[in-house]
């Protein structure tokens, strides 16, 4: 399979807590961004990568949230001393052009 | 700001029918425009994409068009099937110098058809 790929799919981690989740674009895709998604909401923009630098960030992105892309190759998002509201799917995007093509997410839960 | 709205929220059809879901958008100043489906607990799966240039986009019984001075965008559906149940997403894309490349996406249209 040649998707964009998610690991874990899924997390459940206790408040304070701190999580990483990584991200495997499409190979050769030089952008790859990554989205958050609450329940009955549509995905809402965290960060974007163009190769291994990070262009943008939204607003949504505390100081909590960091984001890597080494080499310009795989992604990891990391959550320090998580709270009940960073509860969400994380969904990892990644195109060479126009076209954004989206991984199949990991739903985290903060209990 | 942008704002991308979807209309209906929720839409259920009988097999067969041919329907239309709704996207409108407040800044014409778009890239392109994507539309995706999403089944539940899943990521997204592309549909269609629109570039600010073109008026529509044909894939088998999907049909996108863009009418980007009206900030409107339409999908149709043909031939309904049960197995196209699922939530539908519209997302545009602004100029990339005014506002980089993420995509801006509404709340969606869930659409179950029964059969």
């Known amino acids: 399979d040649t998707g964009v790929s998610q690991n874990p799919r899924h997390k459940i981690t206790k408040r304070g807590q701190n999580v990483t989740f990584r991200c495997d674009p499409i190979?050769?895709?030089?952008?790859l961004y990554w989205y958050r998604q609450t329940l009955g909401q549509g995905p809402e923009f965290l960060t974007y990568?163009?190769?291994?630098?990070?262009?943008?960030k939204s607003r949504l992105l505390s100081d909590r949230f960091s984001a890597e892309r080494p080499k310009g190759s795989f992604s990891t998002l990391e959550i320090q001393r998580t709270e009940q509201g960073d509860s969400a799917m994380y969904l990892c995007?990644?195109?060479?052009?126009?076209?954004?093509?989206f991984g199949p997410g990991t739903r985290l839960t903060v209990l | 700001k942008q704002e991308v709205t979807q209309i209906p929220a929720a839409l259920s059809v009988p097999e067969g029918e041919n329907l239309v879901l709704n996207c409108s958008f407040t800044?014409?100043?778009?890239?392109?425009l994507q539309w995706f489906r999403q089944d539940p607990g899943k990521g997204l799966t592309s549909l269609l994409l629109?570039?600010?240039?073109?008026r529509e986009q044909t894939s088998g019984r999907l049909n996108a068009s863009l009418d980007k001075s009206s900030g409107r965008s339409t999908l149709y559906i043909a031939a309904s099937q049960p197995g196209d149940s699922a939530t539908y997403l519209c997302?545009?894309?602004?100029?990339?110098?005014?506002?980089?490349?993420?995509?801006?996406f509404g709340k969606g249209t869930t659409l179950s058809v029964s059969s």
């Open positions: 995007a990644s195109s060479f052009a126009f076209e954004q093509f």
């Open positions: 190979s050769e895709h030089n952008r």
């Open positions: 990568f163009q190769n291994e630098a990070q262009l943008e």
């Open positions: 800044d014409s100043a778009i890239y392109n």
């Open positions: 629109i570039q600010s240039s073109q």
């Open positions: 997302a545009v894309r602004l100029l990339a110098n005014q506002a980089g490349t993420a995509l801006i």
